[in-house]
């Protein structure tokens, strides 16, 4: 595996399913984020992660979990979303914060 | 907060050259970005530019003004494969990416 890959590439689920989304860097660098893409709008920032501590929580609801148990994986934790939640969801990574982001395929999520 | 504005959508011919405007208006100034996010995929890094002036690789160019708070994605010679939207992202005085809301481009044989 190379680059920036996510599991899973898509997900329905219903608002009471608990669900995480998986991301995995093969680059080597020591910061990762989540975005949220949501259909003709501008990609949101929604956390980051420096040297696998949170550096960044961009005013998101908690019913999404980030955690980041080591420098190559950020997970995203699920529970109780609503219908305006479904967007597809981008990880990336950089080396250092001031560097370019790769970005992986992303996980389009359908909440029900 | 951020305001960054990009048209939404052009169309343009094989062959020919299209100019993707963006502008911005944030809080503070550490670099601007451009990325191609082909539809499905991963948004792909294009060019960065931090001083003013034109950025050229191969037949992707991107300019910066700064005092003006505008930038442009030139991109020649259109290859069907260059259908794709088109990213700008501001990073703010820390290291915070604001993006657009991002331009379709449709190359039309």
């Known amino acids: 595996e190379t680059g920036v890959t996510q599991t899973p590439r898509h997900l329905v689920m219903g608002m009471t399913n608990k669900k995480s989304l998986k991301c995995e860097q093969h680059?080597?660098?020591?910061?990762m984020y989540w975005y949220k893409q949501s259909a003709k709008k501008p990609l949101e920032l929604m956390f980051v992660?420096?040297?696998?501590?949170?550096?960044e929580n961009n005013s998101v609801p908690s019913r999404f979990s980030p955690e980041c148990p080591n420098s190559s994986h950020l997970f995203l934790h699920l529970h109780t979303l609503q219908p305006e939640d479904s967007a597809l969801y981008l990880c990336?990574?950089?080396?250092?914060?001031?560097?370019?982001?790769?970005f992986g395929p992303g996980t389009r999520l359908t909440v029900l | 907060g951020q305001n960054i504005d990009q048209p939404t959508e052009m169309t343009a011919t094989e062959g020919a050259i299209v100019q993707i405007n963006c502008t911005y208006q944030?809080?503070?100034?550490?670099?601007l970005f451009w990325y191609q996010q082909h539809a499905g995929e991963a948004p792909t890094f294009l060019s960065y530019?931090?001083?003013?002036g034109l950025e050229e690789k191969g037949r992707f160019s991107s300019f910066l003004s700064r005092s003006k708070g505008y930038s442009y994605l030139l991109l020649k010679e259109l290859q069907m494969k260059d259908s794709a939207s088109y990213l700008c992202?501001?990073?703010?005085?820390?290291?915070?990416?604001?993006f657009g809301a991002g331009t379709t481009v449709t190359v039309r044989a």
């Open positions: 992660y420096s040297l696998e501590e949170r550096v």
């Open positions: 944030t809080s503070g100034f550490n670099g």
């Open positions: 990336a990574s950089s080396q250092g914060l001031d560097n370019e982001q790769f």
């Open positions: 530019n931090v001083l003013d």
């Open positions: 992202a501001v990073r703010d005085g820390d290291y915070k990416l604001s």
């Open positions: 680059l080597g660098h020591n910061a």
